[in-house]
Structure formats: C-alpha cells, structure tokens
Nanobody, 122 residues
Framework: VQLQASGGGLVQAGDSLRLSCAGP????????MGWFRQAPGKEREFVAA???????YYADSVKGRFTISRDNAKNMVYLQMNNLKPEDAAVYLC?????????????????WGQGTQVTVSS
C-alpha cells in the first residue's frame, strides 16, 4: 500500500496550506484515513481522521482551523489548514487504517506515507 503526501511548505503565521495524500488504490474507500504530525524531538501526534463514510475527527489543538476531507473517486485525502500557528510546524504524515476504532492512535494505522514538511514562521 503506497501513500504519497504533498503540499507542505514555509508559510507565515495566519496563512493557510492544503496538504494532499494519494491513497492506497482501488480499496481506498474502505480505509479510515488519518493525518498525523511529528515535530523534532516530539512524539508523533494525531491531527485528524476521516472514516470511509466521511465522518471526521480532530485533535483539540486543530479544531476549527483544520479540515480533513476525502475524495474516494480520486483516491485522495486532504488536510486544509487555516490560521496556521508556529506550533503547527512539523512533518505531516498521512496514514491508512482498516476500521475506525482507535482512529487517533498511531498503532491503529498500518500504512504510512512519507512526510511533508510544514514550517510556520511567526
């Protein structure tokens, strides 16, 4: 299962970015898709997830600012990030999991893409 994330970059605080992730092929619609992030020296943390049916979940730190969405026809999942803050800076990774239980747990996800760097200057 190959996942490919893109869309990171260097922005200023308050700016927006949209991350994209190409999902795992024709079975994409059956997976829960998640976004995680990892800053230097910190553990990987949950950001957002979307179920196969489109139900969304967010970490408290990003609620109201980030929006996860998916397009099953295109095998794509997106993370729209608005009002970015310096503390949002990290490598962002997309991941795929079977089922929905434990959607915020790193261990739930069996498939990971390479990360895309998001840097936010103050």
């Amino acid at each position: 299962v190959q996942l490919q994330a893109s869309g990171g970059g260097l922005v200023q605080a308050g700016d927006s970015l949209r991350l994209s992730c190409a999902g795992p092929g024709r079975t994409f619609s059956s997976y829960t898709m998640g976004w995680f992030r990892q800053a230097p020296g910190k553990e990987r943390e949950f950001v957002a997830a979307v179920s196969w049916g489109g139900i969304t979940y967010y970490a408290d730190s990003v609620k109201g600012r980030f929006t996860i969405s998916r397009d099953n026809a295109k095998n794509m999942v997106y993370l729209q990030m608005n009002n970015l803050k310096p503390e949002d800076a990290a490598v962002y990774l997309c991941a795929a999991a079977q089922g929905l239980t434990g959607y915020s747990s790193v261990n739930k996800y069996g498939y990971w893409g390479q990360g895309t760097q998001v840097t936010v200057s103050s």
